[in-house]
């Protein structure tokens, strides 16, 4: 049997989009997702779900997709995801089911686009179920009703572990320092990738099942997790993120317009800078924007840099320049797609070396060098080596430094008797997900350093596992 | 979250000092003398790191005491008692090491005296020799006088105009004591050019100075390192690795800048707010 082409998503016209913060992708209908799911071939030996960081039964919901059965195709997502609709627009399918798909060519860093679309079939479902109001079961257990479990952040790993408890009929208490709930999902990335109703949708879910949300609230500083246990907590997760933007460490990065992604991503997403003055948080926008990375939160800063250029009536020009070529970018593949469609330029093997200010101490310009690819290091990826000579400077009046997280220290700095490796990342037991304190538990980047929303859901519905297990032995 | 109380420290045209008590039990709790709450006033608003001067734990409450400067301390300025502010986080950043250091002097300039108020206590309570000196623009902005005094051993005060106490600049007075004794530790809070000051006038006499910096911040948690300064030549965040830092390690030039980073939209703003 010929495989057919795969179903295109639908997306708003580049020119349309990239002067909002409108969602881009708008997904599947049904018929579309009708003959997506029919190219999958329902192998015997379905090696997709082996690249699932959760083991979503995929075969089976595409199946019931198939069969128009949708509300069992959302239990079958269910069962292993709490938010499909979440998940089907941020997982990097491409380097994980759909990699594993028997349609992907072997030896390459990313699936073939071939592949069946997974993720915008989950999605299809995802949506499905929140427009029709289904839900997985409850499982309500009796033990477990006189426990009370503090979730410390209300990040991917922290909705989903709370989710989790609540169904288990456990009272959950939800603590977030900002004064917004979702983590990473509301300042890291933008609206047009992740809409808010449906990240306050999910929220609104989890208050429904009765979880208690606290927001502007420290855990360690304002109360430490012996207080909280103390308080009548029998259990804790920490699901508290990789905050800690890292830094290039070349001269002039201190200067003025010169941008973590976070700092950027923030003052847009979570402060709505991109409202000024209607919204008070400012955002400097420039004329010659260069954003230094080539992951996801890379594309998203260069992104709705580009758009508030647009906005604002500037020329746009927003570039990402990157140490090694597109092949090697972590970042989605649709992501490097959309941010290209929409008119942002990439310059590959570019190594940043310095940033020089006007006499005020604003960035004017990058001094750089050029790259070629080496051997491969640690990460596999072939290195760049700098090409002597090939010094050059380009034009920059804000630079965006998306180069990596790293963990949370906020906590763990007030608690010693945590055990944090040597990148201040906690350590736990991998089945149970408990630390080295009793009672503990915790999960997603904070465990393991930086990784995708799915993976830290996993973690997270793992760490419930361990704490209902916890619970029932009180 | 709501306003309990609210006094006008200090008047003059373009710059009044006002004094805040807020309902926020869980911080009143914590709080140590150095740490700060990042706060909203709406929920359009910025987030803005405020010192915490005092805290009432068998009240629940936290007293935060500013100058109206930007649109945010206006806007907080003109809120009433009864008011909700959208949001107040903390207690942020590392408490002042309070030991017995020996004679310390302790330096307020400005609304920077505010910030000295529960240090200065702290330190006295610690056995120090506390000597402190304020320093303002003029007469009618001077404040906390009184508690200062009864919390330190030695009291100056001194006006840029003359107006009040001596003519001239704290580090006047700092450089006579450091020329006349030896001091364990010097403790400065205020206006940047006064810290850069102290920290010029402290160096050549080998006294350990900590400041305590007033970097632009928006999460004030360790996520954005908006605040971050280069000291000692590593780059730290105000927030979370700070607020106090070794005064002689402060790139003063590079925080001076980055605190105009949004002069010009601080501008805008608040003169379409007419404010």
């Keep these: 049997m010929a495989i057919k082409e795969p179903v295109k998503v639908r997306e708003v016209a580049a020119l349309t989009r990239a002067v909002n913060f409108e969602e881009v992708v708008l997904g599947y209908n049904e018929a579309e997702a009708l003959t997506e799911a029919a190219r999958c071939l329902q192998c015997k030996n379905p090696v997709c779900i082996s690249g699932c960081p959760v083991g979503i039964d995929i075969k089976k919901f595409i199946y019931q997709i198939t069969q128009k059965d949708y509300k069992g195709a959302y239990l079958t997502l269910r069962e292993r995801n709490n938010f499909p609709s979440i998940c089907g627009r941020v997982c990097p399918a491409e380097y994980q089911c759909r990699k594993a798909c028997v349609m992907s060519k072997k030896g390459h860093p990313y699936a073939s686009a071939n592949t069946i679309n997974v993720h915008f079939l989950e999605r299809f479902v995802g949506d499905h179920g929140m427009k029709n109001a289904l839900d997985a079961p409850v499982m309500k257990d009796p033990k477990l009703s006189k426990f009370k479990v503090a979730v410390v952040g209300s990040g991917p790993a922290g909705l989903c572990c709370s989710g989790e408890l609540a169904r288990r009929g456990i009272k959950v208490t939800m603590f977030e320092s900002l004064h917004k709930t979702g983590g990473v999902l509301r300042y890291g990335i933008p609206p047009f990738r992740m809409p808010r109703d449906i990240l306050d949708f999910e929220i609104d879910s989890l208050k429904k099942m009765g979880v208690d949300i606290i927001p502007n609230f420290i855990v360690g500083n304002a109360r430490s997790l012996e207080e909280l246990f103390a308080e009548g907590y029998s259990a804790i997760f920490l699901g508290l993120g990789a905050g800690i933007p890292s830094f290039l460490g070349i001269p002039g990065e201190n200067l003025c317009n010169i941008y973590s992604a976070n700092e950027f991503l923030t003052r847009v997403n979570l402060m709505s800078a991109y409202k000024f003055p209607q919204s008070h948080t400012p955002v400097n926008i420039g004329k010659h924007i260069v954003v230094i990375g080539g992951g996801n939160t890379a594309m998203d800063a260069a992104r709705v840099a580009l758009r508030l250029q647009k906005m604002n009536g500037i020329q746009a020009d927003t570039t990402i320049a990157y140490r090694r070529t597109e092949v090697e970018m972590p970042a989605r593949r649709l992501e490097i797609e959309h941010a290209r469609e929409e008119g942002v330029n990439f310059d590959m093997l570019v190594r940043p070396d310095e940033f020089v200010g006007d006499e005020n101490a604003f960035v004017k310009k990058m001094k750089c060098t050029r790259c070629e690819l080496g051997e491969p290091d640690a990460s596999g990826r072939r290195k760049p080596v700098p090409i002597p000579g090939s010094e050059f400077e380009r034009e920059c009046d804000v630079a965006i430094i998306a180069v990596g997280l790293n963990a949370n220290q906020l906590l763990t700095k007030v608690t010693p008797s945590l055990t944090t490796d040597k990148y201040g990342d906690v350590v736990v037991n991998k089945e149970t997900m408990e630390t080295s304190i009793k009672g503990v538990f915790a999960g997603g980047d904070i465990v393991g350093g930086e990784g995708t929303v799915i993976e830290a859901m996993g973690m997270a519905k793992r760490a419930a596992q361990g704490i209902v297990d916890h619970l029932l032995k009180q | ?275």
């Design chain 2, 1 to 275: 979250m709501k306003i309990l109380n609210k006094q006008v420290l200090g008047n003059a045209k373009d710059a009044g000092i006002v004094r805040i008590e807020v309902a926020a039990p869980d911080i009143a709790k914590k709080a140590k003398p150095g740490q700060f709450v990042a706060l909203m006033v709406s929920e359009q608003g910025e987030r803005i790191p405020l010192t915490i001067v005092e805290r009432d734990p068998k009240k629940g409450t936290i007293t935060l005491i500013f100058q109206v400067a930007g649109l945010t301390t206006k806007l907080l300025s003109k809120a009433s008692v009864g008011d909700e502010l959208f949001a107040i986080v903390g207690p942020l950043g590392h408490a002042t090491d309070i030991k017995k250091y020996g004679k310390v002097i302790i330096i307020g300039g400005g609304v920077g005296i505010a910030e000295i108020y529960p240090v200065t206590k702290a330190m006295k309570d610690a056995e120090n020799n506390v000597t402190t000196i304020l320093g303002t623009r003029t007469k009618v902005i001077l404040f906390l006088e009184k508690e200062l005094k009864a919390a330190s051993n030695e009291l100056y005060v001194t006006t840029d105009d003359g107006s009040y106490g001596r003519k001239g600049f704290v580090t006047d007075v700092l450089d006579e004591l450091l020329k006349k004794d030896k001091y364990d530790l010097v403790y400065a809070v205020g206006p940047i050019p006064m810290m850069k000051r102290v920290a010029q006038v402290t160096k050549p006499h080998g006294t350990k100075t900590l400041v305590s910096l007033n970097a632009i911040m928006v999460d004030a948690t360790g996520m954005c390192g908006c605040c971050r300064v280069d000291v000692g030549g590593k780059v730290k965040f105000s927030c979370v690795d700070g607020p106090e830092f070794d005064a002689h390690l402060v790139d003063w030039e590079g925080l001076t800048k980055r605190n105009r980073v949004y002069i010009d939209k601080e501008q805008h703003i608040c003169k379409l707010n007419q404010l």
